[in-house]
């Protein structure tokens, strides 16, 4: 079974500063039909203006990945990290016992578009951690590179919960699969291009969960961006 979350009817924030997109209930967006995905509590599509930002604010117990599509987004947090991150690099920040951390565009004349995503932690309670890796352009085109994962397997992300998750730059025409155990589901979402997904096609924006499917197939339609959640 596939379902497919529109990117045209998520919650919309827009502070001037900030244009966000929320696939998930998140902030002032309430919808009781859209709370998450499984262990997938949060997809935000957020742009942000030159040189603004969100000021240091706190987390508790939540693992946050950040994957910037365009432009750069400069960190700093409670642990003493500083970074920018930029388009082919990805970040996870485990809040766990709790951080503080700010997010600004460093940029005085180019916006920033990234993917803030929250997937809730095994337990609670973990001490607060940082990584940051990067992905090349080559590693993920035409192909399924694992980016973040329980274990932390083939230099990947090391996220607190059972979710393996993938990162896929396809040229139109072509296709990639990806195998699923059956007590696994998936959640694939669209940051560029348009696919089609288990005969289903999907847009720039649009995210799909799938639920009782031995197997994804995406086949770009266009030139395509994506990242595919399989999560127990």
């Not at 600004?104 to 997937?119: C, E, M």
């Not at 992905?135 to 993920?140: A, T």
């Not at 155990?181 to 799909?208: F, M, P």
Request: aromatic fraction near 8%.
């Amino acid at each position: 079974m596939i379902t497919i979350r529109p990117g045209g009817e998520r919650g919309v924030a827009n502070f001037g500063w900030l244009d966000s997109r929320h696939s998930f209930s998140f902030g002032h967006y309430y919808d009781p039909n859209h709370m998450g995905f499984g262990v997938l509590r949060v997809i935000n599509e957020d742009r942000v203006e030159p040189g603004a930002g969100f000021d240091t604010h706190g987390h508790r117990d939540m693992e946050i990945i950040s994957y910037v599509l365009a432009g750069a987004l400069e960190h700093k947090d409670s642990l003493g990290t500083g970074s920018v991150i930029r388009p082919g690099e990805v970040q996870r920040m485990t809040a766990g016992t709790g951080i503080r951390h700010s997010e600004y565009n460093p940029s005085k004349t180019d916006p920033v578009h990234f993917l803030q995503i929250w997937i809730l932690p095994e337990k609670e309670g973990l001490a607060p951690g940082y990584q940051q890796i990067a992905i090349p352009d080559g590693d993920r085109r035409g192909r399924l590179p694992l980016i973040g994962s329980r274990d932390g397997r083939d230099a990947s992300l090391t996220i607190h919960q059972d979710v393996d998750l993938y990162a896929g730059l396809l040229d139109a025409g072509t296709a990639v699969e990806h195998r699923l155990v059956e007590t696994r589901r998936a959640w694939v979402q669209v940051t560029r291009g348009s696919v089609r997904i288990n005969g289903a096609e999907l847009a720039a924006g649009d995210g799909a969960g799938l639920e009782r499917e031995r197997k994804v197939e995406i086949e770009a339609l266009s030139d395509a961006e994506f990242l595919l959640f399989d999560m127990r």
